[in-house]
C-alpha cells in the first residue's frame, strides 16, 4: 500500500481547509485509514480515523471542528478541517492498516494556521 496526501497549506485561524489521502496498491486490504499530526516538538497524535465500516474517532482537541471521511472504492480519505486554529499547526500524514495488522505511512503534508 502506498498512500499520498496532499491539501496542506497556510490558513488563516478559523477558516478551513481539507486535506486528502490517496491509496494505491492492495487498497482493498485496508482496514482502518486515519490522520496523525505532529507539531514541533510534540509527539505525534491521532487527529482522525476511520475504519472501512465508516466507525469513526477523533482526536479530544478536534471533536466538532474536523470531519473525516472515506471512499473505500477510491481508496481515498479526507480530512475537513473548520475552525482552525493556531495550535493545529503541524505536519499530517495519513495512515492505513490492514487487516493483517500491516501499516503505512505516507508522507506528511504540513498545515500552518496564521492568528
Known amino acids: 500500500v502506498q498512500l499520498q496526501a496532499s491539501g496542506g497549506g497556510l490558513v488563516q485561524a478559523g477558516g478551513s481547509l481539507t486535506l486528502s489521502c490517496v491509496a494505491s496498491?492492495?487498497?482493498?486490504?485496508?482496514?482502518?485509514m486515519g490522520w496523525y499530526r505532529q507539531a514541533p516538538g510534540n509527539k505525534r497524535e491521532l487527529v482522525a480515523s476511520?475504519?472501512?465500516?465508516?466507525?469513526?474517532n477523533y482526536g479530544d482537541s478536534v471533536q466538532g471542528r474536523f470531519t473525516i471521511t472515506r471512499d473505500n472504492i477510491q481508496g481515498t480519505m479526507s480530512l475537513q478541517m473548520s475552525s482552525v486554529k493556531v495550535e493545529d499547526t503541524a505536519v499530517y500524514s495519513c495512515?492505513?492498516?490492514?487487516?493483517?495488522?500491516?501499516?503505512?505511512w505516507g508522507q506528511g503534508t504540513l498545515v500552518t494556521v496564521s492568528s
Open positions: 495512515n492505513a492498516q490492514t487487516y493483517r495488522g500491516s501499516e503505512y
Open positions: 496498491g492492495s487498497i482493498y486490504s485496508i482496514h482502518e
Open positions: 476511520i475504519t472501512t465500516a465508516g466507525d469513526t
